[in-house]
């Protein structure tokens, strides 16, 4: 533990760089605020306040605290204005609402306007509960800051760290808040080995009723600032289910590779192979790189993976399974039982003698897409159609509409499939720039057993 | 019509020829049992005696009715005597109990013996019901003997005149009470448009409350002489709804197709052009016939083909069609989407941190037949399994097995599968013997439309 400990924690001389460039940039900050209004104050807030930083974090947030009067517009003039004064490489982004982000040193700055309210059942925005965050987690982990630091480093090694749409797992605040909870990084492992599905955690005086209809997630975490909400609300199904078996199997056998899981090595052949054996069928459909943020192209990337699927398997495709990959370019591979199906289908019809018996059969007296004529099946009409047989064509078509938006496609997805997209099957499919992500589908390992 | 009833009602020669047999018949018969027992009586009952039959039926059903002391024993015995010394080719046959059929002059003759009981509440065994069956049916349908020729003669056009197993349709005996329920032949068709499934017929002093859980069937005909029996038992909820169509059909517009269906002509090459743009691939098993009668070998056959439907269906082979034909072999062709499936098939775990994880993980950590190991979606444990990937060769290597009985196959079947079978695909399953049957399944027609 203290050898992991060494590597993730910053050391003496790394904490009182950080101070120093901290204290430099506020200094700045506070300067420019003043000129402004005396009563608008700032604050370093976050990881950076909490000394929960990882070593390789070079994170800082400044929040800058506005009266109420001022209005949105305001907030994000004069914060863009300091933003791009002090900043380099100064970006305005936008959460909830707007902030800037850019270098200072060899640091990550976000500048965040947020209003200076009394108690945290006044937010006005998203992000005025932070300073009642800090002010909690700090009077909670004191001296164990460095438990958070080895939860949160054990959750990247597993991919779980982040609440952003990419991870879908823990936030660095939810970390803290685990700790606070149950003491140490072992003691919170330990606790996730009797966590059910829809697992209730608060510090007291929270009702638990109706909590799970209101927060449809497999974690409620209640926010101590804040019982209306919800720290846990991005953790996905599948990130709460991965942590707790890794707890599970670190809590058996520690091992560093928790931590710090080897690279995996992609061997193209033996991957060919392993597909090869399965017999099923493989086609990738690539194409460019929509330029927007991450939280919207991951949260957009999910969708399309559901209409795709959803879209062969209404024309009888048989999906195994479908995964993204992002790269240089993005690449959704498909896994079929066959690329090709047959040209007829058994369609079912209403049962002989019923109203929609003449609708059925005047229906297809005349219908070009027919193997057979309507015939009857126990109790029930049937009839013999015609579909689409080729996985591959009917994509190529569904996708060269220019429409695809309407047809259910996540905007900035859609807007990229307009502009180009390439469908290549089985052998074709195993893109260079895309083995890893084959990989881990044909062949998916565990972080700590690569 | 009368041109109808000109080819099927047996004209007054025929009908005399009939009477002089029948008379020396049951004077033979007569001859034998009054030596035996002065108290045994004889009838003829059935459609011989109530002047419904068709002229191509050449059936006589002679009933020797013995005092109740007898035993069951004595009655085969007895009948079994007689019916070697009058018929010629005398073979026992079994229903629910013995009777004798052979042929006198050009008849096809039945000695049935059954029980001179003073009512139909007092059975002792199901044949003792014909005698009041009789006298009901003469009774009711005076003068309609013809409109009774009719049904049974539409029914035989559309292949649902008979109740034995091989056609699970309508009895000479329910076309005989449909006419006495509703007075002709043309108002039975019009009656069948207003039936819904489960339709309850009877002719009064019948309490509806809980027939249609007594009798699971799609008719339900109260026998006039026994209120605890369907007439329609044997009726299949294909023939219930065929027939109900087929009148619709020809209310609409009638035609002697409908008694006298033209033959249809099968064309190997165009249905082998119909079969291959289907795009599907087909199997046909074939095997000796079993020496068994018709009721059994059909209630088998239909069995078998449930057998093997959810054999394959288990295997995640995807069975779009199968049916049976019987020629001088017995052939079961089954329509597959694929004959080859992938080898791999996702197999879906227990809930991550439930009880029965760990036996999974277990199973699994040194299993022979695994694709990858065990993975997590969502909130489950995943692992890809092998399975058989060719339903010729898996059938191949189950119909092998020398207890197939025990795997559910009929007994008769199983026999005979276990001395031979052969399977055939696609191309090579299209057999000359049975090609009427595949045409039947890949270009079904009603027989008024061919």
Known sequence: MIEILKKIAPSEKEKEKFSRTAEKLLAEVEKEVKKIDSRISIALLGSASRDTWLRCEKDMD?????????????????????????LKKPEKRYAEHPYVKGFYDDFEVEIVPCYAIESPSHLKSAVDRTPFHDAFVKEHIKGKENEVRLLKQFLSGISCYGAEAKVEGFSGYLCELLIAKYGSFEEVLKATQNWKRGEIIHFGNVSEEGLREKFPSPLIFIDPVDANRNVASALSEQKFSKFIFAAKEYLKKPRREFFFPRKRVVNRKALLKKFKQRGTELLALTFSKPNVVDDILYTQLRRALNVLKNLLQNKDFSVIGIDYSVSN???????????????????????????????????????????????????????????????????????????LEEKGMPSHVAQSLEKDFSIKINEGAFLEEFLPALQEYFDPRFAWER
Chains 1, 2 share one sequence.
Do not use: D, M
């Open 329 to 403: 370019r993005i690449c959704i591979f498909i896994e079929l039982e066959s690329l090709e199906i047959p040209s007829a289908r058994l369609h079912l019809g209403p049962e002989v003698n019923t109203w929609h018996e003449r609708k059925f059969l005047e229906k297809y007296e005349n219908y070009r897409g027919k193997f057979t004529e309507p015939f009857i099946i126990g109790r029930r009409w049937a009839i013999f159609l015609k579909r689409s047989n080729n996985a591959k064509k009917f994509l190529q078509e569904f996708l060269s509409q220019r429409n």
């Open 62 to 86: 400044v929040f800058v605290l506005f009266p109420l009067e001022y209005e949105k517009a305001q907030l994000e003039k004069i914060v863009t204005q300091i933003g791009r004064k002090i």
